[in-house]
C-alpha cells in the first residue's frame, strides 16, 4: 500500500529523518508523520499527544502514542533515548519554548522542529494595512480561538538557538511547500530546523 503524500511542512520535517532511526514526535497528532516515517524509512517512532482523540487515532495506525503535555512530560524520557525528535508546528503553543527546546536536544541526538513563521511577508501586510492580527494558510484561526501563544520569526528562532548554545545542522525556509532561497525571514510561511547540542 502506497502512503499517503504528506503536507509540504511534515515533507520537509521526515526529509531530516534518516533511515531506520528512534524517532520520538512530540505533538504527534493523528499519526500521519510517525505512520508515514514507519511505512517509508523503517523508523521505529513514537509519539505524545495532548488531544484524546488524536492519540485514540495514532494508535488506530499501530503506533505507539501516549498521552502526554509535552510542558510537562518530557522530563520523563531518559538523555539521548532517540535519534531523532519532532516538534512540528508546535512550538508555538508551547508554555515554555526554550524550556521545551531544551528537553528535544536532551532526549534525542538532534531535534527537527518546524512552526508558523510569524515574519512572513502576509503577516506583516496583515498588521501593517489591518491592524488586526493575521489569518494565514499557516496561522488559520482568529487570534481568540488560536492554541498559539508564543508566536516567532525565523530570526528570532535562530536567535534563540544561538542563545541557548544550539547548533543548527540544517534549516528551511519553506513558502507554499517549497525553499525560500532569498530572505526567508520574510517570504517563508514556515521554518524546519534540525537541531543539535555542541
Known sequence: MTPVPLRP???????????????LDIGCGDGQLLAWLRDT?????????????????????GLAVVQGDADTDLGDYADAAFDVVILSNALQAMHRPAD????????????????????????????????????????PVSWHETPNIHFCTISDFEALAGEMGLTVERRAGLVSGRQAVFWPNLLADTGVFLLSRR
Open 9 to 23: 511542512d511534515l515533507a520537509a520535517v521526515a526529509a531530516a529523518v534518516p533511515d531506520g532511526a528512534r524517532v
Open 100 to 139: 521545551v527546546l531544551r528537553q528535544l536536544v536532551r532526549i534525542g541526538r538532534s531535534a527537527v522542529v518546524s512552526f508558523p513563521n510569524f515574519g512572513h511577508w502576509r503577516v506583516r501586510m496583515s498588521l501593517a494595512l489591518g491592524g488586526r492580527m493575521p489569518v494565514t494558510r499557516s496561522l
Open 41 to 61: 524509512k523503517g523508523v521505529e517512532g513514537r509519539g505524545i499527544e495532548l488531544d484524546a482523540s488524536d492519540v485514540a487515532a495514532a494508535v488506530g495506525r
